[in-house]
């Protein structure tokens, strides 16, 4: 399925920085604590979304932190200095920038999927002059195969999320579950006080369900 423009993340997308100099002064000590703990355990919590969106999810979110962790001037430098175009860096940033914003390569709103404008090629490129390919080549280059031919379908039933048998894809119930079995377990969980949010479904065997509830362990 050829791709179109609505299948990609715009390069000038923009990207908005939030200023809280001024309302964080404005906080006395042990509310500044709070407000700082509260948003490193959103971030922390956060992925348990990459999980639910895709079963690819999981590894971009950890790619793009390894390809960042260096600073993004530092790596678009070298990028550059390999044959990546102003264009195909601005490329991975639109669509690294929704990964991470979406939790995942899906639309939060619309659930429909967004793919790489850049090439495969180039996306490779990016990632072997990085630093964290120097010390963690393996773990990255394994991350890369797994998920580097999905990430760019959009044919059925990659192109949207959804039950499998209604010709979609998530990661949130495996993939023999249908509608009517979800919404039975949901019922469930209403019943046992179980919010579903923070939760996978995997079907196991016929009438067997393995539900995994994403929590820390001290």
């Known amino acids: 399925m050829a791709a179109s423009s609505n299948d990609y993340i715009p390069v000038h997308t923009n990207v908005s920085y939030l200023d809280c100099a001024d309302a964080w002064k404005l906080l006395t000590p042990k509310e500044q604590l709070y407000a700082y703990y509260f948003g490193k355990a959103s971030w922390e919590g956060a992925k348990i979304c990459t999980f639910q969106r895709s079963y690819e999810s999981p590894g971009l979110h950890v790619l793009f932190r390894a390809l960042f962790s260096e600073g993004i001037e530092k790596l678009r430098e070298k990028a550059k200095a390999n044959g990546v175009t102003d264009l195909e860096w601005r490329q991975l940033l639109a669509y ?47 991350i890369w195969e797994e998920i580097k031919d999905v990430i760019y379908r959009k044919d059925p039933p990659y192109k949207i999320l959804g039950f499998r048998n209604e010709n979609g894809l998530t990661s949130y119930y495996s993939s023999n579950i249908a509608r009517v079995e979800a919404e039975i377990v ?11 949010l923070n939760t996978r479904l995997i079907k196991l065997y016929d009438k067997l369900y393995w539900l995994r509830i994403a929590s820390a362990q001290k």
Do not use: M, R
């Open 96 to 142: 690294s920038a929704g990964v991470l914003q979406n939790c995942g390569n899906y639309k939060s709103f619309g659930d429909k999927k967004f793919i790489p404008e850049l090439s495969a090629e180039k996306f490779l490129a990016i990632i072997k002059v990085s630093t964290s390919f120097e010390h963690n080549k393996e773990s990255l280059l394994d």
């Open 186 to 196: 949901k019922e469930f969980q209403e019943e046992a006080h179980i919010s579903p």
